[in-house]
């Protein structure tokens, strides 16, 4: 666990050790299918490891030289792909025959510069130092057969497996040659316009593009390419790095510069959508995100890193050397239980930005000295802690996958008595939270939207961060209704329906602390929506607060459903012809019980209202069955005789 | 030619029985007398007269022993307002001079001023005091009888001289508050930018917000809203700018966006103390009032010590721009809503809701000359008015003499009065009216259907 205050990326340990670099021939790590390959003494035993404890296999491999490459295919068969001569790369199933070609090259003149399988084990993209060719593949018959070739001066290539993009840098110039991949189609490669690198006018002219400055990234669902470039003011004004989105069909445009203060050489890793830009000299890192505005120069947004520089959190790696096994490599210990006791586990401290560590693109780290693989994994409560402006944060944990939890937390540490947040900012934070809901739930009409990973509901809102705090003794009311109303008005700006359990935690705070007459105003505007179970709150403080009944009684009329409440309390407070009136109003009449008009009526010891509401229900009777008399299921029998016990009249 | 005296003001005096027991120190008991001029005499008789009404009708009715005596040229009333401390207005009945039998003689006209008139406006001028100094039992435990006796003169002789009794009407009995129409999210915006104040400056415990002459939000009790609005009306918003009237630039010029109103009878504090409760305490606060166009912030300030220039230039340096931003959007909002506006309506009709104060009526605004009602008119509503405060519920239509239909209805704590001055209309076409205007305005609260 990183100390809060001093880092923002750690290391997660990936459960895959190689052999390290000194006991090897040479080690290849197949982003793709995510593997090492280690090649023993001799070049015909290979050793390939994977995440999965299942996956790690040893293979014999023709012996023909140095391994220049070597990886397998995606799909079922897997076909395993080496390259041991400059020019021809060879194919082998080795999990079924012993069947093996080598892939015809039609100039053999040419050298390989790489080979990458594209859509599992479908077609193979071939880097000459002068093509780019596409095969399809025969997997059964391990055939190939040629679809396309493009003419190019190869310098090198970069190939993204998870984005099917090729990235091919020409001879000469600096050019960047896109190709992109499209499954579905009978030649799927498509090549894009090509992209001119300025790389600044007091660069040397001789200068090119390297390999290792250029990076394919997928940030917030949109391809990039990334290049490392110094500052075209000058060697001494550091580096940045140059984003050109790529579309699918469409010529790539520089859309975003990452502004770095520090010289000297980078690379870059992405976690999260977030950009990494790693120092070496510094050891430092620092993040970026694109969706951050920037300054706009042009068409292009410039960003600054969103924290100061730091360094990766320090990471120790516990291994147990496993001596009796068939592969007696070792074994990554977790449990810290284990580490303390067992003698056998040797602890390392590997040094962080060592000279050995290679960079594989999105966010793996590999140290080749100790043969040990992590993931870079972002400490969101560390940069949320980090961060100064709340909005920022709050904007940044949207967009991250995990950062629900720390959202959460960010909101109960502004509402901490003693250390509350100004409300302009809290209320800038809620339109923040309410736009991530507004958009993740399906809204499109509000705009464009920003990637959003994740977002708050009213419930999770007011479980994890409201009702905590209302029960506090010195969290001041006011606050509590002000965050709570702040938080409403931001619903109601994006047009979300507000829950009742939000209406009803003001009402209860506003009543508890006898402020009847701000919770009237709030009413009267409705901001507190009408429910038949506020409705009824209200009507219970009728005895602290005797406006709540009207207010109870105007919300009973607007909800429309609640005929037969308003008729209750109507009755139940003596207000029988009010009750009358209203049933005719509403076109109750034929349907309304006559026995709890007449017993309400009786119960006022009034004379003439018993006969005045009596007279009503006869005429009833007499509209809908032609007869004066109560029918049996009515049970009115005891009013009928009270009738004519008072007023007399004929018996029937 | 005949001559006509309008009603007003005979005399108004504070006492306290209590503070004389022997005789021949009745002097004594006179805490304010006006006018001033009046010689101790006749103070003396006119109280001794009062104490003498009051105490016999004890006997009959204890807890309400005498509000209201009338005279030929005067009516009276009496109120009580802290134990032991009473108060008595005498005004006098408007009156005519006719020839009878060719004789020059006075006719008075009683119902010209209502009872309900003068009591209000002897409740009302106890309201105000205590709005301004706090309680007379409270002055005179800190101040003495002598200490109370100055603060009464010197804010009631001040007092009364403005008071013009003969224009009192339902609306001063009613002492309803107009609340401005806004929308939910409208309101939401000003409710929480009344908080963002309250919260970013301590010291201000009640916040009211007032836009034109129609109040938004008032953290005070209800009571003290009631009498703080009357205080504010006849003080400033009278005079204050309207949302919906044309002629105001919408952006006033200059960084000095708004600027603090209302200053005290010294001049140049700029703050006044107010008696309002807080916390149920009656708390003396200062009153700050910022205006921006039409928008009236009144903050109700509590310090240890009294907050300097800084504060007053701290305040304003925050309040400006966010409440010059605020001004524009309910500006905006009132004019897109211009048509829905009560004050537009063609009735002249007046509603009240008891439970909270909120009245609405064309005839209140400005801006709606052409609705104006004679006097004789508003006398009618005044009376109906009164004899409805003693109805729970109740419909009455009045064809007037000079042909005019007045239709009066009561629910509940609502009441409801429309005034039609077409001629030639007949009850049923009447009836369908009051229908008619009842469905548009009332169909969102439970009010006579």
Known sequence: MASIG???????????????????????????????????????????KSVKEEDNFNLTIPQRGQVRSIKFS???????????RSNSVEFVNVFSSDREQTLPLKQHQYDVVGFHWVFRNDYVILITTSTVELYSCNSSSLSFKLLKSFNINVSWAIFSPTEYILIVCSKGGNFLHPFYFRSGSSVPITRLPKIEIELGPSRDLKASLKERDVFVMTLYGHVYIAVIRTSPQGPGFGSEVLLFHLPHDGAAKLSHILNMDIPGRCTLSVVDNLVVVHHQASKTSMIYDISFGGSISGSTLKHNAVLAPLPLSPTVVHLRQRSGSKTPSPKIITDDSLIAHDSSITSITPELYSSKWIFFQPNVVIDAQYGVIWLLKLNLTSISNMMTDKCNVIQLLLMRSGGKDVIVEVFRECLEPGRQANLSILGAMFDQLNHAFKILSGYHDIGPGKPYQNSISQREFYTNVLVPFSDRKDMPYQYMVAVTIEYIRSLNKFGIQVEHFLFELVMVILIENKCFYQLHQFLQYHVICDSKPLATLLLSKELVYSPATQLAMDMFKRLGTADSEI?????????????????????KVDTVSARLFLEAAANEDDHMLFYTVYKFFEERNMRLRKRAEFPADEQCKEYEELFINWFGGKKT | MATHQEAAV????????????????????????FPDTAQL????????????????CKTFSPDKPCETVHTQKTKQAFLEPEPGIWMTLTV????????????????????LIQDSVVQAALQRSYNMFKLFNGTMRGIEATQSVEGLKKRLDVFYSRYWKNIDIARHNIFSVLQGIPFLPLDKYMYLKVHCFVNLVETTFRQIKRTVFVCGDQLVWSGLEQEDTRIFYQYLYDSWLRHNPNPEASGIPSVPAGPNTGSFILEDETGGKKNTWVYVMINQMLTPSRLFVYAVGPCVLCMFVQTDDSPGDDFIKRISVFLGPRLMHLTTEIRDFVSRNRSQSVEKQPYRMVYFNEMNLAIKS???????????????????????????????EGETVIRTIADYWIVARKNGHRRFFVLFTQKDVNFAEVNEEVRKICQKEFSNIYFFD
Do not use: W
Not at chain 1, 567 to 587: H, N, T, W
Not at chain 2, 10 to 31: D, N, R
Not at chain 2, 92 to 111: A, D, G, Q, W
């Open chain 1, 6 to 48: 001093s880092h923002y990326l750690e290391l997660e340990q990936v459960p895959l050790v190689f052999d390290p670099l000194e006991k090897t021939k040479g080690s290849f790590f197949d982003q793709g299918n995510f593997q090492m390959f280690c090649v023993q003494e001799g070049f015909s035993k290979v050793k390939v």
């Open chain 1, 74 to 84: 995606g799909g079922q068969p897997k076909i395993l792909s080496i390259q041991t």
């Open chain 1, 567 to 587: 008729i209750d309390i109507l009755l139940s407070r003596g207000q029988i012809l009010s009750a009358l009136r209203f049933v005719k109003a509403s076109d």
């Open chain 2, 10 to 33: 005979k005399s108004f005096f504070v006492y306290c029985p209590e503070l004389s027991t022997k005789e021949g120190t009745e002097h004594l008991k006179v805490l304010f007398y």
């Open chain 2, 41 to 56: 005499n006749r103070k003396i008789r006119n109280i001794g007269l009062c104490e003498a009404l009051v105490n016999f």
């Open chain 2, 92 to 111: 006098t009945i408007p009156c005519s001079e006719t020839i009878h039998n060719s004789e020059r003689v006075l006719e008075y006209h009683e119902h």
């Open chain 2, 362 to 392: 064309p005839l209140l605004s400005r801006y709606n000359s052409y609705l104006s009602i004679t006097q004789d008119m508003m006398c009618l509503l005044t009376q109906l008015n009164a004899e409805y405060d003693k109805l729970n």
